[in-house]
């Protein structure tokens, strides 16, 4: 491998990563014109028998759908995409009950993760000043200098010089590793006490076993189960639950026992072979919320992505707010001409709040998803935020609306939620004391014949006075 240096006529970037967002990041960089060398770990999936991947399809909103526009790839992605419209929450009866992501048209997509990753890889590769190195391990990293070493599979060690470096290697980040050795760095990890582990719902006669276009919801409230459909009719369900709970299943007649206790309606759509054989295929797998800041080190390294920010998948946003990322930094290298030692520091600035921001929303989220949708309150609130969404579409905006469908920043968001929360909170208790106000003097005013009257009579009276 050739030995980088300043020496060229234009920066060599490398981006150690390629999976989501470094895949994105290369093609940001190399539209700007910089050498970008993709360094990963993996073989090249686009070659490879098996795809390993956290989870097989994710759901795609307006932040990374705006990302990718950015770089040309929206169409072919979004074409790939199954729109999903609402939320199909299913009770423990079996009955099912539909909860609109938004207003009419409003949609989130699901999107195949290797599919998505493969496209990213070879449009990366489209510009000429990329080049892509797979087997490539990053070992260790110099933060002084940019220098890497990294390992090949045939046991050797290489040793590169760069200009900049942009961690976008997920999660357990190697370059990470470097930032803690440092100085007035922050960091933190959660590990939720929840798992998780996918299942099949195969096509029921070569159509969806269920209606497509919704995110189909299990809430249960200590677990829950989510199916996204896939481009091949088939869905994939995802049991989200304590891993003390798995650990009690261990033999097929028990996974069978448990669905049927709490999961009835998908057991023949999954089918009681397919259920029995491929809940015991992989453990199930933990979830980790990391917070960090910094994101940079001088003018020579930033982190992106997970490596950043990983967050619970519980709001659907890792990768829209890692591709969000990549269209941030690009704004800031507008603003400051390209200039790392101005571009990193502003950057953090600009991205650490926003980050943390939707790493606690997808926490609280976690507990929503499971528990709120199931509850009377939570639903009454949810109507009501819509309707006002509707008659005020300036004034109040639903979180999730904030969150999904818009480019408001996350920690912006967070802030006007808290405050609509507030003002919608105050004037349902003035309804509600109007109400009883209104009732009480309807009572003093015609003193009811007590012994024909019914609370629901009494409703009504209260609710004719509020009407007119
Ligand atoms: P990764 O996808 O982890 O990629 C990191 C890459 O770096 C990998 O290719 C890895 O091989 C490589 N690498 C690692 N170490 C090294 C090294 N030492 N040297 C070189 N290369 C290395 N997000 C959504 O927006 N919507 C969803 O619906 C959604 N659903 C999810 C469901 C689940 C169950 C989970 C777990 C996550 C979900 N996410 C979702 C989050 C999303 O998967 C992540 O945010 C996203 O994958 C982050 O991309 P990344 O490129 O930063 O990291």
């Not at 976008?168 to 990470?176: E, K, L, P, V």
């Not at 409230?221 to 989200?240: G, Q, R, S, W």
Request: charged letters at 25%; proline letters at 4%; a positive charge.
């Amino acid at each position: 491998m050739e030995q980088h240096s300043k020496s060229t006529k234009k920066k060599v970037v490398a981006v150690v990563g390629g999976g989501l967002v470094g895949a994105l990041n290369a093609c940001y960089f190399a539209k700007r014109g910089f050498e970008v060398e993709v360094f990963e770990s993996r073989e090249d999936i686009r070659h490879a028998k098996v795809v390993k991947g956290r989870s097989i399809n994710l759901a795609l909103s307006h932040r990374g759908r705006q990302a990718l526009k950015h770089v040309g790839m929206e169409e072919t992605i979004v074409s790939k995409g199954i729109p999903m419209n609402a939320r199909m929450i299913h009770s423990v009866s079996g009955k099912w009950s539909e909860i609109p992501y938004g207003k009419k048209g409003q949609y989130i997509l699901s999107v195949d993760r290797a599919n998505l990753n493969k496209e990213l890889l070879t449009a990366a590769e489209k510009y000429p000043n990329t080049k892509l190195n797979f087997d490539y391990k990053l070992l260790d990293w110099s933060g002084d200098t940019g220098a890497m070493t990294f390992a090949r599979p045939d046991g050797s060690k290489e040793h590169i010089t760069v200009d900049l470096i942009v961690g976008c290697d997920g999660a357990f980040s190697a370059i990470r590793k470097q930032f803690l050795r440092r100085s007035r760095f922050n960091f933190s990890q959660t590990y939720i006490p929840h798992g998780y582990l996918e299942l099949t719902m195969p096509p029921n006669n070569g159509e969806f076993a269920m209606k497509p276009n919704y995110l189909h919801i299990w809430p249960r409230n200590t677990f829950m189960m989510i199916a996204l459909p896939n481009l091949d009719k088939t869905f994939t369900c995802t049991l989200f639950m304590p891993f003390e709970d798995f650990e009690k299943i261990t033999t097929g007649d028990e996974v069978i026992e448990f669905f049927q206790k709490y999961f009835t309606d998908a057991i023949p759509l999954i089918g009681v072979d397919a259920l029995q054989r491929d809940f015991f295929r992989l453990p199930a797998q933990a979830m980790v919320s990391v917070k960090c800041s910094p994101y940079h080190i001088d003018d020579k390294c930033v982190l992106m992505g997970d490596a950043a920010h990983a967050v619970v998948p519980f709001y659907g946003q890792g990768m829209n707010a890692g591709f969000e990322d990549c269209l941030v930094l690009n704004e800031v290298m507008d603003q400051f001409n390209e200039d790392f030692s101005a571009v990193l520091p502003e950057y953090s600035r600009v991205r650490v709040p926003d980050d943390h921001a939707i790493a606690d929303l997808a926490m609280y989220n976690y507990v929503e998803m499971r528990a709120h949708v199931n509850s009377k309150w939570f639903l009454f609130r949810k109507r009501v935020d819509t309707i006002l969404h509707t008659l005020m579409p300036k004034t109040i905006i639903p979180l999730y609306t904030m969150v999904t469908f818009t480019r408001t920043r996350y920690h912006d968001a967070v802030k006007r939620w808290h405050w609509q929360d507030k003002v919608i909170n105050q004037g349902l208790l003035g309804c509600a004391t109007a109400a009883i106000l209104g009732g009480s003097y309807l009572v003093i005013k015609y003193p009811p014949d007590m012994s024909n009257v019914t609370l629901e009579k009494m409703w009504s009276r209260v609710l004719a006075l509020k009407t007119f």
